[in-house]
């Protein structure tokens, strides 16, 4: 199955468990994987028969901008609820970083797949 790719695409939100995260914004880092056939965009040429990768990350934009979470599983999960029922994503990989919470790792985070690639491939029939 073909996948439209997001990759490290940075939000600032208010993030986290402590009392001091609770006052300032903080850098997450997202790459995110979304199934779909691209089939009919590259044979149309047209943007309307795939998923605009564009409109999907001004909608992470938009989601960071609003959300204080605590947990980086909330904000993932609730994004991914979010992007599958506003863009019809059948199946979305998603990796969400929240670099220097852990000044010995690189990163720290999760990731999640939701949704099933059995519908994507019912678009191939
Ligand atoms: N599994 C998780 N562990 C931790 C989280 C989290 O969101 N998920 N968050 C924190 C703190 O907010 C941390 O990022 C502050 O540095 C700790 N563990």
Known sequence: MDRVLIEALAVETVIGVYDWERTIRQRLVIDLEMATDIRAAAAGDDLAHTLDYAAISARIQAYADESRFEL???FAERLAVLLRTEFSIPWLRMTL??????????????????GT??????QLA
Request: proline share 11%; no cysteine; charged share 25%.
């Open 72 to 74: 980086v599983e909330t």
């Open 117 to 122: 690639l059995a519908p994507a491939m019912g």
């Open 97 to 114: 970083r929240k670099p220097g919470a852990v000044p010995e790792a690189a990163a720290v985070g999760v990731r999640i797949e939701r």
